[in-house]
């Protein structure tokens, strides 16, 4: 998903001077707290910070007070006004060179805990952009999108997993407004993918973390239109949504309730989980077992079922010993190369090819994700390269892609409730390029695996906007697990 925080119609008209409309630059919905800082120039000239408000929901905030907007949800399909106080008002059809450099923080993914109640540390997103706009009075139009796509197959009854997608795959269509939710649903129907469909909910829940009564209704509406079923509900935890401190034991587990009370009113039976701290757990088991929900730890790069991080949660899962407790198998976490997708993406941010090349030799080491990461960035600065030209890229290009064997997730095979068959394109071939998935189905199939494989692109954050239809490729990523359950089964 394009890192930025602009596009080609956000330059308004505005009384004050001039305003932005601003697009999220993330895949799922932020708190205001989460800006850290953001700096405009006009035409070469800087604007004071105090010449610039933030404008959301028809409420406007000085710069230096969103960090304490932590109950203020910057809803992804929003797009609040940076409003600039300028000597006089631009005019429709101007053109201006703008310049924003933003800093965002992502509040559910830690590096480190906070010490002695002050706030932990948490990955960045870097924005710098510097575009020629000229001045409009309306949105981009969504493109038309065409349904040249036959009817999958029916599934047959010894296909040994279900299939589906995460809406999470639409992501970046979504944030820029080509579908809202009962359109983006009818395309997945139109296509002919399902039944399964997964959400993540700080995505798709305007009044996240809650479950509205029209919200719920709505979704009811369209399944029972399409006949789609609900496999997993996708939970993060904030617990950086506050500034000064993280989240206290009793606010993870106040957060967490509400998520699962949302996920029982859609109708998941299934919520993918982040946190397997073991307080938290078994505070929430009683819970789960009132709602009947299983919990599912997701297991993502750079980690595998077998990484010492993983280890202590199955130490947890053994101490509980509840059969609610399971995993979301990530396939992110055994990816033999680098996608293609991705060094795209960083080309196109400026690295050459001796750059892009040490990223890969880098990335293949068995060094720690950290210890990898680090040394890239100590290159780039080596180099004289700013890593925040790379935006998230220089942390996402190390936790994104993992290398671990394919075959060490029948290790925990009867601990799998759900999978995540992540994938970043299709060739020509109607191969992903850089993860073996007739080996994984192979593994899955021989391991008994028996639940649903739920189709999650996640090109859109490398991709540009329109680069690709994932829906689409998530109906080849289909054609491609059929065809790998149906020749797994003939051999086994």
């Keep these: 998903m394009p890192n930025g925080l602009l596009d080609e119609a956000s330059l308004r008209t505005h009384p004050d001077g001039l305003a932005l409309a601003l697009t999220l630059p993330w895949y799922r919905s932020l708190w205001l707290s989460s800006v850290s800082s953001l700096r405009l120039t006009v035409d070469g000239q800087e604007i004071r910070t105090e010449d610039l408000t933030l404008e959301l929901g028809g409420v406007r905030h000085a710069l230096p007070d969103l960090p304490a907007h932590s109950e203020t949800l910057w809803y992804l399909q929003e797009h609040p006004l940076l409003i600039a106080k300028t000597e006089s008002p631009v005019a429709l059809g101007e053109q201006h060179t703008i310049q924003l450099i933003g800093e965002l923080r992502l509040p559910y993914m830690q590096i480190a805990p906070g010490q002695d109640g002050g706030p932990g540390m948490y990955v960045p997103n870097f924005v710098h952009q510097t575009l020629e706009l000229t001045v409009t009075d309306r949105a981009g139009a969504a493109p038309e999108l065409t349904t040249a796509v036959t009817p999958p197959p029916p599934k047959a009854e010894e296909d040994p997993f279900s299939l589906g997608l995460t809406l999470y795959s639409a992501s970046?269509?979504?944030?820029?407004?080509?579908?809202?939710?009962?359109?983006?649903?009818?395309?997945?129907?139109?296509?002919?993918?399902?039944?399964?469909?997964?959400?993540?909910?700080?995505?798709?829940?305007?009044?996240?973390?809650?479950?509205?009564?029209?919200?719920?209704?709505?979704?009811?509406?369209?399944?029972?239109?399409?006949?789609?079923?609900?496999?997993?509900?996708?939970?993060?935890?904030?617990?950086?949504?506050?500034?000064?401190?993280?989240?206290?034991?009793?606010?993870?587990?106040?957060?967490?309730?509400?998520?699962?009370?949302?996920?029982?009113?859609?109708?998941?039976?299934?919520?993918?989980?982040?946190?397997?701290?073991?307080?938290?757990l078994r505070r929430l088991l009683p819970l789960a077992e009132d709602l009947e929900l299983k919990l599912a730890y997701e297991i993502h790069a750079p980690l595998?079922?077998?990484?010492?991080?993983?280890?202590?949660?199955?130490?947890?899962?053994?101490?509980?010993?509840?059969?609610?407790?399971?995993?979301?198998?990530?396939?992110?976490?055994?990816?033999?190369?680098?996608?293609?997708?991705?060094?795209?993406?960083?080309?196109?941010?400026?690295?050459?090819?001796?750059?892009?090349?040490?990223?890969?030799?880098?990335?293949?080491?068995?060094?720690?994700?950290?210890?990898?990461?680090?040394?890239?960035?100590?290159?780039?600065?080596?180099?004289?390269?700013?890593?925040?030209?790379?935006?998230?890229?220089?942390?996402?290009?190390?936790?994104?892609?993992?290398?671990?064997?394919?075959?060490?997730?029948?290790?925990?095979?009867?601990?799998?409730?759900?999978?995540?068959?992540?994938?970043?394109?299709?060739?020509?071939?109607?191969?992903?390029?850089?993860?073996?998935?007739?080996?994984?189905?192979?593994?899955?199939?021989?391991?008994?695996?028996?639940?649903y494989w739920s189709s999650e692109w996640e090109g859109h954050a490398f991709a540009e906007l329109g680069e690709v239809d994932p829906l689409l490729l998530v109906r080849q990523q289909h054609d491609l697990i059929r065809k790998s359950m149906r020749t797994a089964l003939a051999s086994a």
């Design 304 to 451: 595998g079922p077998n990484s010492p991080e993983i280890m202590k949660v199955r130490e947890v899962y053994a101490e509980l010993d509840s059969p609610l407790l399971g995993f979301v198998a990530d396939f992110s976490s055994t990816m033999h190369s680098m996608s293609p997708t991705l060094l795209r993406a960083v080309r196109r941010a400026g690295l050459d090819d001796e750059a892009v090349q040490r990223l890969q030799a880098i990335w293949a080491t068995d060094a720690p994700m950290r210890v990898r990461q680090e040394e890239f960035i100590a290159y780039l600065r080596g180099r004289d390269f700013d890593p925040a030209r790379l935006g998230s890229f220089a942390h996402l290009s190390f936790n994104m892609h993992g290398h671990v064997s394919p075959k060490e997730w029948a290790d925990i095979m009867p601990q799998i409730m759900h999978v995540h068959a992540k994938f970043y394109d299709i060739d020509e071939h109607g191969n992903e390029p850089a993860i073996d998935y007739p080996e994984l189905v192979r593994v899955f199939v021989e391991g008994g695996y028996r639940g």
């Design 172 to 280: 970046a269509e979504f944030r820029a407004g080509w579908y809202d939710f009962d359109g983006l649903l009818n395309r997945v129907a139109e296509l002919g993918i399902g039944p399964g469909i997964e959400i993540v909910a700080s995505q798709v829940l305007p009044a996240y973390p809650n479950v509205t009564d029209g919200f719920a209704r709505s979704w009811q509406e369209a399944f029972d239109k399409h006949g789609f079923t609900a496999s997993s509900f996708g939970a993060n935890l904030d617990m950086g949504r506050r500034r000064d401190r993280d989240m206290t034991p009793d606010e993870e587990y106040e957060f967490t309730e509400t998520l699962f009370r949302g996920a029982k009113k859609l109708g998941f039976p299934l919520v993918r989980i982040q946190s397997a701290k073991p307080e938290l």
